[in-house]
């Protein structure tokens, strides 16, 4: 795979201002974007990497939202209809997305591990918790 090395070889700038073309595309101007965007796409490179991007900044962009039932559960509910499509307003406001894990584990390691490496924040919605897994809820 391509790296910013080649494609600033490619194109005759550096890394940085390869870098600037994705990240901070207002300090370059239009023609060097756009001969920067032309070597990575005929080298074949993708674009920056998500997750060294997460590890670098510590955010994922995504904010978690946990319920108790199946996922099909989400879009059956009508309280849960609610609740996502308020959750999603208000992510696309902030360009945060969402993150809807599999049911709801009472294993704290497992939920800890969803918690940790795939958002920046959750949501658990209590009316979908039983009184056990509450209790583990409220010690994350």
Not at 49 to 74: K, M, Q
Not at 82 to 111: F, I, K, M, N
């Amino acid at each position: 795979m391509a790296t910013l090395k080649d494609i600033a070889a490619a194109a005759g700038v550096s890394r940085t201002t390869v870098s600037n073309a994705y990240n901070r595309p207002g300090k370059l101007s239009a023609a060097v974007r756009v001969r920067v965007l032309a070597a990575a796409q005929e080298l074949g490179y993708p674009g920056p990497d998500p997750i060294a991007r997460s590890r670098r900044t510590g955010r994922v962009g995504t904010l978690g939202v946990l319920l108790a039932e199946a996922l099909t559960f989400a879009f059956d509910d009508p309280a849960a209809v609610l609740l996502l499509r308020g959750v999603a307003e208000v992510g696309q406001a902030a360009d945060v997305g969402l993150s809807l894990p599999p049911a709801y584990s009472p294993t704290t390691r497992q939920r800890d591990g969803w918690a940790r490496r795939t958002h920046d924040g959750s949501i658990d919605n209590p009316d979908t918790l039983r009184d056990d897994q509450h209790a583990v809820a409220a010690r994350s």
